[in-house]
Antibody, heavy 124, light 111 residues
Framework: QLQLQESGPGLVKPSETLSLTCTVS??????????WGWIRQPPGKGLEWIGS???????YYNPSLKSRVTISVDTSKNQFSLKLSSVTAADTAVYYC????????????????WGQGTLVTVSS | QSVLTQPPSASGTPGQRVTISCSGS????????VNWYQQLPGTAPKLLIY???QRPSGVPDRFSGSKSGTSASLAISGLQSEDEADYYC????????????FGGGTKLTVL
């Protein structure tokens, strides 16, 4: 059974960089059929797609976040990571890592596996 | 402000059929398929419907999806108390080199 687990600091100071890692178990991140991505949800609000990465390094990013976001992959550790720079209170959210089916369809909003999510609070 | 528009709330009684709408535009729903997610309180979202009307293994056939033009709908028949949750529609948007977009979510209450 595929499992995804987010890890990283739960508190980040304004203007600093948020860094999260997703560890994939029960399957290979190097599988040719899937992308791996990040989605966030501010407290009490809806979902926001952040971006996706293929094991080769090909990426798609939300245009509204693109200037601040970097998603990378480490196939040797079966992990992928999110970095979001210059954070503000508006970046406070539960961050989910996910597997998406965009390789076949081009639709990276089709997510079939989710991590449990991790709350990141931006505050001094 | 979400790119896809959903009603903030919906309700029904046990056994009833309810529908949740999702409205978009030509760059998202009008040209791509729609996915639906169910989020129970305090948990991660779960894929409920993909490619407009396909159910993943394990999702009851009480849940169904449809799409017409730039709008989509999720229908739940034989409503049960455990269906009380937030529901989100999602689609790929072809604008600005492509991005995933979600609806704002609909909170379903089982009365």
């Amino acid at each position: 059974q595929l499992q995804l687990q987010e890890s990283g600091p739960g508190l980040v100071k304004p203007s600093e960089t948020l860094s999260l890692t997703c560890t994939v178990s029960g399957g290979s991140i190097s599988s040719s059929s899937y992308y791996w991505g990040w989605i966030r949800q501010p407290p009490g609000k809806g979902l926001e797609w952040i971006g996706s990465i293929y094991y080769s390094g090909s990426t798609y990013y939300n245009p509204s976040l693109k200037s601040r976001v970097t998603i990378s992959v480490d196939t040797s550790k079966n992990q992928f990571s999110l970095k979001l720079s210059s954070v503000t209170a508006a970046d406070t959210a539960v961050y989910y890592c996910a597997r998406d089916r965009g390789y076949d369809s081009g639709d990276h909003s089709h997510v079939d596996y989710w991590g449990q999510g991790t709350l990141v609070t931006v505050s001094s | 402000q979400s790119v896809l528009t959903q009603p903030p709330s919906a309700s029904g009684t046990p056994g009833q059929r309810v529908t949740i709408s999702c409205s978009g535009s030509s760059s998202n729903i009008g040209s791509n398929t729609v996915n639906w997610y169910q989020q129970l309180p305090g948990t991660a979202p779960k894929l409920l419907i993909y490619s407009n009307n396909q159910r993943p293994s394990g999702v009851p056939d009480r849940f169904s999806g449809s799409k017409s033009g730039t709008s989509a709908s999720l229908a739940i028949s034989g409503l049960q108390s455990e269906d009380e949750a937030d529901y989100y529609c999602a689609a790929w948007d072809d604008s600005l080199n492509g991005q995933g977009v979600f609806g704002g979510g609909t909170k379903l209450t089982v009365l």
